[in-house]
């Protein structure tokens, strides 16, 4: 979520991303009440000399269009982030040894694009056998119909709970 959204379906992918945003925002303080951690798994844009909180200041210290997006959902000094290359949050990174460190057995993904790299990581998560929720209003694509194409793959595909955040609990897990 942490993106300047600059590039041609930039418009129309903020047009959903900021609703998920604001669910997110509530998923997020929700599952950090309960002490449970959060990672943000964030592409590198190609940057291979940046880290993680100097593309969270290019988003919101410039006037780009994911700067509502990156100022709602400003991780928290105690949140973990793992820079990807590509479209999963597995795929060349360190994010299963972190998971393994935390001893997380389930996840919950959020984010854009859900017809992309939230899928892509599903994908990868449901291979390391990782429990997975998805909550449907916590993603966004540029397209409707390909975001909701995307939720209905996790949930046959991948197994994964796909209820909205709204009707997260705990007691779930």
């Known amino acids: 979520m942490i993106n300047d959204l600059e590039f041609e379906s930039g418009d129309q992918l903020l047009k959903y991303a900021l609703p998920a945003a604001h669910a997110i925002k509530k998923m997020k303080e929700k599952v950090k009440a309960e002490g449970f951690p959060v990672i943000y798994i964030n592409d590198n844009y190609g940057q291979w000399q940046s880290d993680f ?14 700067k509502a997006l990156a100022e ?3 991780p928290d000094e105690d949140d973990y982030f793992v820079l990807k290359p590509q479209f999963s949050g597995f795929f060349g990174t360190p994010l299963n040894i972190l998971l393994e460190h935390l001893g997380v057995d389930t996840l919950i993904l959020t984010g854009v694009a859900g017809n992309m790299c939230v899928q892509f990581t599903a ?4 291979m ?3 429990k997975l929720y998805i909550p449907s209003d916590c993603i966004a694509s540029a397209d409707k119909k390909e975001n909701d194409l995307a939720i209905e793959t996790m949930r046959q595909v991948n197994k994964a709970d796909v209820r909205p955040s709204t009707d997260f609990s705990l007691k779930h897990f």
């Open 53 to 66: 909180r100097h593309l969270v200041r290019h988003c919101i210290d410039g006037d780009s269009r994911g």
């Open 72 to 74: 709602l959902l400003k």
């Open 128 to 130: 390391y056998h990782y």
């Open 123 to 126: 994908n990868d998560a449901y």
